[in-house]
């Protein structure tokens, strides 16, 4: 069964690019907007000064690895600089079963990717590199943080293909929320800023001890996206489409923005009914 392209549940590159006009137009001119502070503020230092050592990544320019920590370490080190480390964000989107479905409006994890969207061309046209990690059941793409509207470009459609064939995939256990925490970690360099976008719907003990590990080198921001029945759910049962499934269950108001308030965790809301332009008003 296909899905109509004009269902909430299509994740629509050209809506991704789009994006970048609403970006744009809600640009603040002299400040640079970034996640918890992440691209935004004073920086730190010179740029031409040595801030830190990180695994070398595709794009990154081979006249910066350093052959010293490159012979120690065994693998390929590259001298990260101030100006390169701080206004680097690394997107996060959670494309799991779980959040494959809504009630009204777009999935849950379409509207966590055009959040995300808009995140990232607010940060390349602030002058920023982007990149993006996508998390689904078995499987996790990563494309590396790059400059200008090309990388932003590429991200976008690594989003549209990984939700796709979300869309597309078997029936399949998923891993835990620390699990996909633990996946960016291996792949974020320190000084990065992270969004992550999830419904936090499997909250698991390890997920606090995770976050806070990340928060320790990288800022962290969680975009919580909610369907409307969780934020103000119904009595009786409800009909959901849940990946190319309709279902039908309970809903009880959700308690995800508690736990993260609790555990000191950044997060902000976003509401899978309400259109990225209502959002970024």
Avoid at 11 to 37: C, W, Y
Avoid at 220 to 242: F, K, W
Wanted: net charge positive; proline share 4%.
């Amino acid at each position: 069964m296909s899905l109509p392209r004009a269902s909430g549940a299509v994740l629509s590159l050209d809506r991704l690019v789009a994006l970048g006009n609403l970006a744009a137009a809600r640009a603040t001119p002299g400040r640079a907007r970034g996640p918890a502070g992440g691209l935004s503020g004073p920086r730190r230092g010179e740029g031409g000064d040595l801030f830190d050592l990180r695994p070398w990544q595709q794009g990154d320019d081979l006249r910066r690895i350093d052959p010293a920590a490159t012979a120690r370490s065994g693998r390929p080190q590259v001298r990260s600089r101030h100006e390169d480390v701080e206004r680097t964000l690394m997107l996060v989107a959670d494309f799991r079963r779980s959040t494959l479905w809504g009630t009204r409006g777009r999935f849950r994890s379409v509207a966590g990717a055009e959040a995300l969207a808009l995140e990232g061309w607010r940060a390349v046209r602030a002058g920023g590199r982007v990149g993006v990690v996508v998390v689904g059941d078995r499987t996790i793409v990563t494309v590396s943080p790059q400059p200008r509207e090309a990388a932003m470009l590429r991200v976008a459609a690594t989003l549209a293909e990984c939700h796709a064939t979300a869309l597309g995939g078997a029936e399949a256990g998923q891993e835990s929320l620390s699990a996909l925490l633990d996946a960016v970690i291996e792949r974020v360099a320190a000084g990065s800023a992270v969004v992550l976008a999830t419904g936090l719907d499997d909250l698991d003990t390890g997920f606090r001890a995770t976050a806070l590990a990340l928060m320790r080198f990288c800022t962290l921001e969680v975009l919580l996206v909610q369907d409307a029945v969780e934020t103000d759910p119904p009595q009786g049962s409800v009909l959901a489409r849940i990946g190319r499934r309709v279902a039908r269950g309970r809903f009880a108001s959700s308690r995800s923005a508690d736990l993260l308030d609790g555990q000191g965790i950044p997060y902000r809301l976003i509401r899978a009914e309400t259109s990225m332009e209502d959002d970024a008003a």
